[in-house]
C-alpha cells in the first residue's frame, strides 16, 4: 500500500525504511509521506532477519530486583543509559541477572536476541558475562573485574582520584586518625577507593589499617561503624565509599552521642539525596551518574555500528565540601 501510494517499487520502500544512502531525498521524502498518511508501521521482525540486527540492547543487573529499586546510583545510571537511547532505533530491555541462573542470561544474550549489553554493578564473580563479551558487544560500567573481558570496552569514573582528594581534603583540615567503611571488595569502586584512601595517607605517613567493609547500602554501613566503634579505634575522621552506607554511620554515630564533624568528620561517595538530606549535610565527592549511562549506552552504539571509538573512557568527580567536615 505504502508503494501504491508513493508510486514507487515496493524494493525502493524497503530501501526508505532502512535508511538506504542510494534512495533520493525527493523520494525518500515521497515514500515518507506515505508512510505518514497511512499510519504504517515497519515490521522490525522482518527488517531484523533480513538485516540480522534486532535493535534491541540489554542492560544487565548482576543485582537483587530489591537492591536495584532503592539504589540512586543504579537508577540514575539507568536513566542516563535510557534517555540516550531515546534518540535512537534502539529499544532497551532491562535483565536483573541475579534474579536468573547466569547459563539462563547468558543463553538470553547470545541466543541472537539482542545487538549488545551495558553491564552495570558486576562483581569478580560474574564469569559468564566474561564470556559474553567475547561474542557481543558489551561494554561495562565500571573497569570489568572478570576473566575474558582484558578487551573489552568500559566507562568508569576515576574512583580512585576521588577517594584520594576526599582523604587528601580530611588530612588537609588537620585530622589524623582516619577510617574507612570500604565497599564490596569484588567490585571495582569497592576497590579503587579502598586504594585511594590508603595511598593518601601512606603518602602523609599517617595510620592506614582502620578498615571495616559494607555492601553499599545503609544498614551495611551501620553495622561497619558498629563493629568499628566497638573495636574502640580512635577515629576523628571517616571515609565511607558511599552515601547510603554513609547514611547508616550517621545514625549510629547520633545513636553513640557523637557528634559529627566535632567528635568525627565524615566524607561519602556519590553526591545523591543520601548526603544532601543529611544532617550535617554530607562532604561527598560528586560522580556524574546519569552522565556515566549516557556514555555507556553512546559508546554500544558505536561498537554495534562499526563506529570508531576508545575502548576505555574515564569520566572525572569532583570533591564537594560541605558541614560534616568543617572544622
Known amino acids: 500500500?505504502?508503494?501504491?501510494?508513493?508510486?514507487?517499487?515496493?524494493?525502493?520502500?524497503?530501501?526508505?525504511?532502512?535508511?538506504?544512502?542510494?534512495?533520493s531525498p525527493r523520494v525518500i521524502d515521497t515514500v515518507n509521506d506515505a508512510i505518514t498518511a497511512l499510519n504504517y508501521v515497519p515490521n522490525r521482525a522482518a527488517r531484523s532477519l533480513a538485516s540480522r540486527r534486532t535493535r534491541t540492547i540489554a542492560l544487565v543487573m548482576p543485582e537483587s530486583t530489591a537492591r536495584l529499586f532503592s539504589d540512586p546510583f543504579l537508577a540514575s545510571v539507568t536513566q542516563g543509559i535510557a534517555l540516550h537511547l531515546a534518540d535512537t532505533e534502539y529499544t532497551l530491555t532491562m535483565l536483573i541477572a541475579s534474579d536468573a541462573t547466569p547459563e539462563k542470561t547468558q543463553r538470553y544474550l547470545l541466543g541472537g536476541?539482542?545487538?549488545?549489553?551495558?553491564?552495570v554493578s558486576h562483581h569478580s564473580g560474574d564469569h559468564s558475562l566474561g564470556e559474553v563479551s567475547r561474542t557481543l558487544p558489551v561494554v561495562f560500567g565500571?573497569?570489568?573485574?572478570?576473566?575474558?573481558?582484558?578487551?573489552?570496552?568500559?566507562v568508569d569514573v576515576d574512583n580512585y582520584a576521588g577517594a584520594r582528594a576526599a582523604t587528601e581534603h580530611l588530612i588537609g583540615q588537620g585530622f589524623r586518625h582516619h577510617g574507612t567503611i570500604a565497599g564490596p571488595q569484588d567490585m571495582p569502586p569497592g576497590l579503587d577507593r579502598l586504594t585511594g584512601w590508603r595511598d593518601a595517607l601512606e603518602a602523609h605517613g599517617l595510620e592506614h589499617s582502620f578498615i571495616e567493609a559494607g555492601d553499599f547500602t545503609p544498614d551495611s554501613g551501620a553495622a561497619a561503624m558498629t563493629r568499628m566503634l566497638d573495636?574502640?579505634?580512635?577515629?576523628?575522621?571517616?571515609?565511607?565509599?558511599n552515601d547510603q552506607m554513609a547514611a547508616g554511620v550517621y545514625s549510629v554515630l547520633n545513636?553513640?552521642?557523637?557528634?559529627?564533624?566535632?567528635?568525627?568528620?565524615?566524607v561519602g561517595f556519590d553526591d545523591n539525596f543520601f548526603g544532601a538530606t543529611a544532617?550535617?549535610?554530607l562532604t561527598t565527592v560528586r560522580?556524574?551518574?546519569?552522565q556515566l549511562g549516557a556514555k555507556m549506552a553512546d559508546v554500544l552504539v558505536r561498537v554495534i555500528e562499526g563506529r570508531d571509538v576508545a575502548r576505555v573512557t574515564m569520566l572525572p568527580t569532583e570533591l564537594v565540601v560541605r558541614g560534616s567536615t568543617a572544622v
Request: no cysteine.
Open 113 to 119: 536476541n539482542v545487538d549488545g549489553a551495558l553491564v
Open 279 to 281: 544532617t550535617p549535610p
Open 287 to 290: 560522580q556524574p551518574s546519569n
Open 142 to 154: 565500571g573497569r570489568p573485574l572478570v576473566e575474558g573481558t582484558a578487551a573489552t570496552y568500559f
Open 1 to 23: 500500500m505504502v508503494a501504491a501510494l508513493a508510486g514507487v517499487s515496493r524494493a525502493t520502500v524497503s530501501r526508505v525504511v532502512n535508511n538506504s544512502p542510494k534512495v
Open 231 to 241: 573495636r574502640g579505634i580512635p577515629l576523628d575522621a571517616l571515609f565511607v565509599a
Open 255 to 266: 545513636e553513640r552521642g557523637l557528634s559529627i564533624p566535632g567528635d568525627i568528620a565524615v
